[in-house]
C-alpha cells in the first residue's frame, strides 16, 4: 500500500504550508515489492533520486491526471497531490528504460524566479508549444552536493537527469521547453552536460523592479534577494560560455513584444498571436499561493529599496564575471 506523509518535506511560507521539495520520503513503501521491469509504464515521471537506496522513484498517474501535471504553473505540486502508484527502478537499469540523452533537445529556461518564466511557458503553451513548469528531479540534481555527487558511479547524475527529461519528452516531445526552478541556478552545468542537445534560455529583468517582487512576494531581506541575484548572475555566466546555444530573453520584452520574444525561445514553432493574446489577459500562476490576487496586499518594507545596493555590493564583492556579463548586470540596473 502506498501511503502519503503530506507533512514531509514542506517549508513555513508566508504563514501557510506549501510544498518545497519532492523526496523519498513522502511516501511509505515497499521497495523490494516495487515495479522493476525493463519499461516503464504508461504515465509514469520522475519523482526523485533515492540516494540512499540507489534508486529513482517514478511517480504513475491517470491520462486526466498526466494532463493536469504537464499543464501546471508549478508541476512538482501537482506531481505529489496527483500520485496514484510509485515505481522504483535501481540506478543501474535507468538505461533499461529510457532514450539515450542524444535523442533528446529540450529547451532549459533557467532564471532567479520572478522574471516571467512562468507567464513563458503559459504563452507557449497557449500557442500549442510543448512546455512544462519546474519537474522537481532536475532540481534535486543541481543542488546534489559535490561530495556526495563523488559517492555516486560515474555518470549517474546524468543519468538521473536524462530519466527526468526522458519521461517528459515522452508525453510532449523530444524539442520540448522545461522551465526550472530558481534553485538549478546552483549547479547549471550540471544539467546542460547531461543533455548535450539541449539549449539554454536565461530570463532576466530590470533589477529594481525584480528585487522588489522577490521581497513583496517572498518577504525576503535584502541579503536574502542580493544572494539570490549572485547565484544567477554565476549561473548566467557559466552558461554564456558552457552552452553552445544561449538565449537571453527580458521579462520586459516578453510583456511589450510577446511574438519576437517567445520566437527567440522556441524558433520551429508556428506561434498563434491569438492565443497568446489571451493568456497574457490571464495570470499565469493563478490558483498558487504566488497569484496576483494573493500578494497584492502583502506589505512592503518602506527601508528594502534603499538597503538593497549595499547588500548587492557585499553578495557580489567576490565576483569574477565576463566582461559581457557585467555590461548586462549594468542593462539591468538601467531598466
Same mark, same amino acid.
Given at each position: 500500500?502506498?501511503?502519503?506523509?503530506?507533512?514531509?518535506?514542506?517549508?513555513?511560507?508566508?504563514?501557510?504550508?506549501?510544498?518545497?521539495?519532492?523526496?523519498?520520503?513522502?511516501? *511509505?513503501?515497499? =521497495?523490494? &515489492?516495487?515495479?522493476? @521491469?525493463? /519499461?516503464?509504464? +504508461?504515465?509514469? #515521471? !520522475?519523482?526523485? $533520486?533515492? %540516494?540512499?537506496?540507489?534508486?529513482?522513484?517514478?511517480?504513475?498517474?491517470?491520462?486526466?491526471?498526466?494532463?493536469?501535471?504537464?499543464?501546471?504553473?508549478?508541476?512538482?505540486?501537482?506531481?505529489?497531490?496527483?500520485?496514484?502508484?510509485?515505481?522504483?527502478?535501481?540506478?543501474?537499469?535507468?538505461?533499461?528504460?529510457?532514450?539515450?540523452?542524444?535523442?533528446?533537445?529540450?529547451?532549459?529556461?533557467?532564471?532567479?524566479?520572478?522574471?516571467?518564466?512562468?507567464?513563458? *511557458?503559459?504563452? =507557449?503553451? &497557449?500557442?500549442?508549444? @510543448?512546455? /512544462?513548469?519546474? +519537474?522537481?528531479? #532536475? !532540481?534535486?540534481? $543541481?543542488? %546534489?552536493?559535490?561530495?556526495?555527487?563523488?559517492?555516486?558511479?560515474?555518470?549517474?547524475?546524468?543519468?538521473?537527469?536524462?530519466?527526468?527529461?526522458?519521461?517528459?519528452?515522452?508525453?510532449?516531445?523530444?524539442?520540448?521547453?522545461?522551465?526550472?526552478?530558481?534553485?538549478?541556478?546552483?549547479?547549471?552545468?550540471?544539467?546542460?552536460?547531461?543533455?548535450?542537445?539541449?539549449?539554454?534560455?536565461?530570463?532576466?529583468?530590470?533589477?529594481?523592479?525584480?528585487?522588489?517582487?522577490?521581497?513583496?512576494?517572498?518577504?525576503?531581506?535584502?541579503?536574502? /534577494?542580493?544572494?539570490?541575484?549572485?547565484? !544567477?548572475?554565476? $549561473?548566467?555566466?557559466?552558461?554564456?560560455?558552457?552552452?553552445?546555444?544561449?538565449?537571453?530573453?527580458?521579462?520586459?520584452?516578453?510583456?511589450?513584444?510577446?511574438?519576437?520574444?517567445?520566437?527567440?525561445?522556441?524558433?520551429?514553432?508556428?506561434?498563434?498571436?491569438?492565443?497568446?493574446?489571451?493568456?497574457?489577459?490571464?495570470?499565469?500562476?493563478?490558483?498558487?499561493?504566488?497569484?496576483?490576487?494573493?500578494?497584492?496586499?502583502?506589505?512592503?518594507?518602506?527601508?528594502?529599496?534603499?538597503?538593497?545596493?549595499?547588500?548587492?555590493?557585499?553578495?557580489?564583492?567576490?565576483?569574477?564575471?565576463?566582461?559581457?556579463?557585467?555590461?548586462?548586470?549594468?542593462?539591468?540596473?538601467?531598466?
Amino acid at each position: 500500500m502506498l501511503r502519503r506523509l503530506i507533512h514531509c518535506h514542506t517549508a513555513e511560507t508566508l504563514g501557510e504550508h506549501v510544498r518545497d521539495f519532492l523526496a523519498a520520503d513522502d511516501f *511509505v513503501l515497499n =521497495l523490494e &515489492a516495487a515495479f522493476e @521491469a525493463g /519499461v516503464l509504464p +504508461p504515465g509514469a #515521471l !520522475a519523482y526523485c $533520486a533515492d %540516494l540512499a537506496c540507489e534508486r529513482v522513484l517514478f511517480s504513475c498517474h491517470t491520462r486526466d491526471d498526466m494532463r493536469a501535471i504537464l499543464a501546471a504553473p508549478f508541476m512538482y505540486t501537482e506531481q505529489f497531490r496527483r500520485v496514484r502508484s510509485i515505481t522504483s527502478v535501481p540506478f543501474e537499469r535507468l538505461a533499461e528504460s529510457l532514450p539515450p540523452a542524444e535523442s533528446m533537445q529540450p529547451t532549459l529556461v533557467f532564471s532567479p524566479g520572478r522574471t516571467g518564466s512562468t507567464l513563458l *511557458v503559459r504563452l =507557449l503553451t &497557449a500557442s500549442g508549444v @510543448a512546455a /512544462v513548469s519546474e +519537474p522537481d528531479m #532536475l !532540481a534535486q540534481m $543541481a543542488q %546534489l552536493p559535490r561530495a556526495r555527487a563523488r559517492m555516486l558511479p560515474p555518470g549517474t547524475r546524468e543519468a538521473l537527469c536524462c530519466a527526468c527529461v526522458a519521461l517528459l519528452a515522452r508525453e510532449l516531445g523530444p524539442r520540448l521547453v522545461i522551465k526550472l526552478r530558481s534553485h538549478c541556478n546552483e549547479r547549471p552545468l550540471v544539467l546542460v552536460r547531461a543533455l548535450p542537445g539541449c539549449r539554454a534560455v536565461f530570463m532576466v529583468r530590470g533589477i529594481a523592479q525584480w528585487a522588489l517582487s522577490r521581497h513583496r512576494v517572498f518577504q525576503e531581506s535584502p541579503m536574502d /534577494v542580493a544572494y539570490t541575484l549572485r547565484h !544567477a548572475i554565476d $549561473a548566467l555566466d557559466k552558461l554564456r560560455f558552457a552552452c553552445a546555444d544561449f538565449t537571453l530573453v527580458w521579462f520586459e520584452d516578453l510583456i511589450a513584444r510577446p511574438l519576437e520574444t517567445l520566437r527567440a525561445v522556441a524558433p520551429h514553432a508556428d506561434l498563434d498571436a491569438a492565443g497568446i493574446t489571451a493568456a497574457l489577459r490571464a495570470d499565469s500562476q493563478e490558483g498558487t499561493i504566488v497569484a496576483r490576487s494573493e500578494v497584492a496586499g502583502r506589505a512592503i518594507d518602506e527601508n528594502f529599496l534603499p538597503a538593497f545596493p549595499a547588500a548587492w555590493q557585499e553578495a557580489s564583492a567576490s565576483a569574477e564575471w565576463s566582461a559581457p556579463t557585467q555590461a548586462l548586470l549594468a542593462e539591468m540596473w538601467r531598466r
